[in-house]
């Protein structure tokens, strides 16, 4: 069985095994037996997760997947314990947005597989990366002092080591091998859809604005141009908290949720590159070249991007803007684009919010009765 996102333990039908982790509670999905996730899955599952298979096979600490018990990291293995711990000052770090916001430091939440895969790898590579630079330190600090002129009047003439020669040559190999394999996976993944895409959108960079056209029966194609202050009440997005300044557009690229979109992306004047942070898109536009890339995206929303090759005076005044919507809201809104894209995003919007308030209602109402 395959479970994408959840929120809890994640258990197998077919093998009765369970995955627990605070690492990848909400990423890692898949079967131990069956080796039905990614082989960078795997990987981090190996490495990271405290992944636990059933008590019956026996290996390490356990989480059962009988009748929905549920799981927990044995943190009495002091491996997991610090690891867990560091998990969780990471998390404590990530933003809570599809847009940047202030004090960011870590990667947007991801939106898609892929996102989710080069955020581990960034956290992966970074297990490297402190301790060598640690090491490096403390290895400068013992030269300074320990062989600081002063301390040595007559200096040694050692020229050569064996051992140290082998060691340092070998161990950057291992290191950087088990950077590789990871890294060469990924980027596999990165231009490898899982599926056939049903939706292509072509994606133009002009200086300095975004071109869009659907690739479907009846044309649909619009400029995707940054909101500018005074137009903010003509576009009813004047909430600045969703419609943030410098990132918001007048017409966003609408796409259905949980569908692998294919994304062509060229340039009719100079270079621009096509960024979307939380999709783990990043792909340049180059005129007269055609770039192919994809995303899945898993959750509804508004997701923001910029462009990312300096491309000319108002470089920075290009955003870019997703809209990921339910198949239903997308078929909607792609019949009345054809014939009038602003007309369609109002549309779009005012039946997205009221979708959004009928849900606040019945929250209250549940609480009302709650009380
Ligand atoms: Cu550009």
Redesign the pocket.
Known sequence: MIGRGTAGPVSSERHGITQVSWFCRSTVTGCVKCRSYSPVVQLRLALNCGFKRSQNEGLGATARADSGARGRIDVRKPLYAVLTLLGALLLAFKAHAAQPVDWQINFQPAATEIMREIAWFNDYTLWFIVPISILVLLLLIIVILRFRAGANPTPSKTSHNTTIEVVWTLGPVIILLFLAIPSFQLLTAQYTPPSEPQLTVKAV?Y??YWGYEYQVEEEVSFDSIMLSDDDRASYGKEDRSEYPRLLAVDNELVVPVDTTVRLLVT?AD????FAMPAFGVKMD?VPGRLNETWFHAEREGLYYGQ??????K??AY?PIAIRVVSPENYGTWLAAAADDVEAANAQLMASISDAKSSIEVAATDAQKIKE
């Open positions: 960079g200086q300095w340039a100079v270079i621009h590159a536009a462009c990312s090759e300096l491309c000319g108002d470089h290009m």
